[in-house]
């Protein structure tokens, strides 16, 4: 069960719990004003009783703020364990291309690096960021389509360079 649902059904408990409370203690008035108490025998009962009630209302304050939080702060907190989870993807990926690239020879690092920088890059475009030749680069991209790093897309009259898989 999520935070959100938890926080409702908890909500929903307080509410009910303080409309008990509150006829609770509006029986006790109501007995109070009918002995007109002050310094009777059952009037000692009825205090007993309202100092139960009064511990009832911080159980039902303590209820109240724990909806309150996971109602109001819990999409904080999946904020937070989303971009923990980005982070250690990002730095999973940085690790599996420095282990990776140690494997490749310059022209593969170098253009690995551009199109992880830049995904879906054409391949007229890489070539003039890699500064190769056109026969030079297609050669190069065609290892690394061995090898399982990249694939191209046929786009217009060019192709487009993406990674297989994230790095």
Known sequence: MNNKKMGVLI??????LLGVFVMVI???NHEIEALGCFQQAGCRTIETSLSVIHFAFGAFGFLFA?????LVFSKGEEAIVE?????TERKLGEEKYAI???GLNEFEKNILKV???EQGITQNMLRLRVDMSKAKLSQVLQELEKKGLVKREPKDKTFQVFLKERL
Do not use: N, W
């Open 83 to 87: 971009r923990l989870e980005k982070d």
């Open 26 to 28: 509006q029986s006790l």
């Open 115 to 117: 199109v992880r920088e």
């Open 11 to 16: 909500l929903a408990l307080t509410l009910f």
């Open 66 to 70: 724990l909806a309150f939080y996971l």
């Open 100 to 102: 990776l690239s140690k």
